[in-house]
């Protein structure tokens, strides 16, 4: 005799299959993501080179340290082709190189530490006041896309994104100064109760 199946069950017919459930996103990103250098964007010796710093954090404001942060911006010159060769490989034995020590690339790969903390080496971007960021971590369905506003850009005034928003809202995309050439830039991913939630844009 079988036993009788609740009705609170949903039994798909014959040939029916009910959809998989969804999974979140990592935290799987040290296996192949990361390279080496992978937050050094400025070329070495740069005197023009600033650092953008900070910690990503969850809606408790405890750090996520298996988080991974991608930079992604124009060169001083406004030119946004960039340069081959995050990943360049020698051609002879096929290993990764990485960047050649003189070209931009305009993209940065880094994962927070321990204590769930990021540091990118680049240069100021032209033609736009800001960096563009995107976040994967653990609990997020997808990734996030938000900017990083220097503080002391030109044109950071006249960006009507940042006119567009609330006071308290628009401070959350806009780096705070900590010594000369680098840039404090904490992201939040929720609000916690006291620290607004980092503004995250929607490109669908």
């Known amino acids: 005799m079988s036993a009788a199946i609740p009705a609170a069950v949903a039994v798909p017919a014959p040939g029916e299959f009910p959809p998989t459930p969804s999974q979140t996103v990592g935290p799987f990103y040290g296996y192949a993501l990361p390279f080496a250098g992978g937050g050094d964007i400025a070329p070495a010796g740069r005197p023009d080179a600033v650092v953008l710093h900070g910690h990503v954090l969850d809606g408790a404001g405890a750090p996520v340290p298996d988080a991974l942060v991608e930079v992604w911006q124009p060169a ?103 010594d000369t050439r680098i840039h404090r830039f904490d992201i939040r991913l929720q609000y916690d109760g006291v620290h607004e939630e980092t503004v995250f844009l929607d490109f669908g």
Not at 79 to 105: E, M, Y
Not at 154 to 170: N, Q
């Open 76 to 178: 001083p010159d406004g030119s946004r082709h960039g340069a081959p060769g995050s990943l360049r490989r020698d051609p002879v034995t096929g290993a990764v190189i990485g960047r050649h020590p003189v070209a931009f690339t305009g993209f940065g790969r880094v994962a927070t530490d321990a204590d769930g903390h990021y540091t990118v080496t680049t240069l100021p971007p032209g033609g736009a006041p800001y960096l563009a960021i995107v976040v994967f971590a653990r609990g997020l369905t997808h990734h996030l896309h938000t900017r990083a506003y220097l503080h002391d850009a030109p044109g950071l005034t006249r960006d009507r994104l940042l006119a567009g928003l609330p006071e308290a809202r628009r401070a959350t995309l806009v780096t705070t100064p900590e």
